[in-house]
């Protein structure tokens, strides 16, 4: 075998999360699959953490197999969290059929989680069978490439082994192939593990994990008062975390209060879905029967999920110290907001009044369902009218007069030179191109289609980072 990993300087790995103690996790054992069979690998994050030199075979072994890193963690744990779903309090949650595999710093400093989903059971399954099925690991993939393309904070998707094994799913067609995968997270610590510890009136508890993610996950030392200080920092996060999710036409599907990252980091898809249109009414998932968590309720969802990280932090802080800090939340993301929907838009902030009131003109005019998310911010790159373009006439209707008045003011704050631009369409992701890439895998094993979609967004997202000389 090659040398290991640990012999490099740029692999620098940690076990912060032991320092919390065993009252946060559970150590488990990944299941012993009958196959590994690596399906993707994503070399760009891997050298971020100093893993890109592995061998397809050592890959296998660390993220099929689960051999541990040295100066890593021994073994896998299961972290403890409770949570809000769809509203309703569930004390039985935790990591059901995932677990913290290992930890290591990034090139900037930053303490990553490399974290599982359908590694096998642990203590938190409950009726589950601990595994993931393989089209749910290709949606995580598309998933994730596109919103990082888009600028969404979120976590990446490393590694996908085909692990030989037929899973039975009621929602899906059944027997169907499964598979291991590996993301790779600024920490896995959610509002649903603050509710756990305050359901437990664990105030001790409570603290040391304040302290925690502060000092590990944002990296600033405790002060007099550490829970404020973090609530700060998580109320203006999870504001841009909504903007962003709206500029990029996103719906997550399943905002529950364990699905919302300390850091605001994106996680966890599911049944996530690009909404075509600017459509508030949109639901990703088919049993989200009241549109709770559709396109539109997205940062009113968030902003529910961050009022009970305040009420779990009342054991270190009174609610009326903790409230003015949630009440800022509307007003950072609708700031937030239009600081998202400038950047897809290519153009550079005025005033935040001028920049609030685009914002607001754009949604009004995509509102009218008459073309694309990704056809308008494709369109109008850079602030002004490209083409030719197969919605030319749709921008002469009156409902964009106000967009195209108000945007007449602003510079472009990017360049166009990227042969991006010059495509006759735009790199979208909806589900019917979803459906297309997984056919081909389902029916002949043909993977082509897949590793053309993840150039092509990672060619759309080069071309988007593209800044103005």
């Known amino acids: 075998m090659a040398s290991s990993p640990q012999a490099s300087s740029a692999f620098r790995p940690e076990a912060r999360i032991l ?7 559970d150590p488990v054992t990944a299941a012993d699959f009958p196959a590994t069979i690596l399906r993707f690998r994503n070399d760009r994050a891997a050298a971020e953490v100093g893993l890109s030199g592995l061998s397809d075979a050592e890959w296998i072994e660390r993220f099929g197999r689960f051999r541990p890193f040295e100066g890593s963690l021994p073994q896998p744990l299961a972290l403890r969290y409770h949570g809000h779903q769809f509203r309703q309090y569930n004390p039985e949650l935790g990591d059901g059929r995932g677990f913290l595999f290992a930890q290591m710093r990034d090139q900037a400093g930053r303490l990553m989680d490399l974290g599982t989903k359908g590694s096998g059971q642990t203590p938190w399954s409950r009726f589950g069978d601990g595994r993931l099925t393989l089209k749910g690991g290709v949606r995580e993939i598309l998933a994730t490439e596109m919103l990082e393309a888009l600028g969404v904070n979120t976590s990446r998707t490393f590694s996908l082994i085909e692990t030989g094994e ?38 001790a508890g409570t603290e040391a994990l304040v302290r925690y993610a502060l000092r590990e996950l944002y990296g600033e030392e405790p002060g007099d008062h550490p829970a404020l200080r973090l609530y700060e920092l998580v109320v203006g996060r999870t504001a841009r975390l909504a903007a962003s999710y709206m500029a990029a036409g996103f719906v997550h599907g399943v905002l529950n209060s364990d699905n919302i990252a300390i850091t605001a980091e994106s996680f966890d898809y599911g049944p996530w879905r690009f909404t075509p249109y600017w459509d ?3 639901t990703a998932a088919y049993f989200d029967q009241t549109g709770l968590y559709a396109f539109g309720r997205q940062p009113q969802a968030i902003h529910w999920d961050v009022a009970q990280l305040a009420l779990s932090l009342t054991a270190m802080e009174p609610v009326d110290a903790l409230a003015p800090i949630l009440d800022r939340f509307p007003a950072l ?8 929907m400038l950047k897809r838009l290519g153009v550079a902030p005025r005033s935040e009044a001028e920049d609030i009131a685009l914002t607001d003109a ?10 694309t998310i990704d056809r308008f911010f494709f369109d109008w790159r850079g602030g002004a009218r490209r083409g030719p373009s197969p919605d030319e006439a749709t921008y002469d209707h009156p409902v964009f007069h106000p967009f195209v008045e108000a945007v007449a003011a602003y510079e472009p704050a990017v360049t166009l030179d990227h042969p991006y631009w010059a495509d006759a369409a735009p790199c979208s992701m909806h589900i019917e191109e979803v459906e297309a890439i997984w056919a081909p895998i389902a029916d002949a094993d043909d993977w082509s289609g897949l590793e053309r979609k993840v150039k092509d967004i990672r060619r759309m997202g080069e071309a988007m980072a593209s800044p103005r000389p």
């Open 19 to 25: 320092s919390l103690g065993d009252a946060f996790y």
């Open 166 to 203: 037929a899973l039975h799913r009621g929602d899906e067609p059944s027997p169907t192939r499964s598979a291991v995968l590996v993301r790779l997270s600024h920490g896995h610590i959610r509002i649903g593990s603050f509710q756990r510890l305050a359901t437990l009136n664990d105030a």
């Open 280 to 282: 508030p009414g949109f």
């Open 333 to 340: 993301y609708e700031q937030a907001l239009a600081e998202a």
């Open 362 to 371: 754009i949604a009004r005019a995509l509102q009218q369902n008459t073309v």
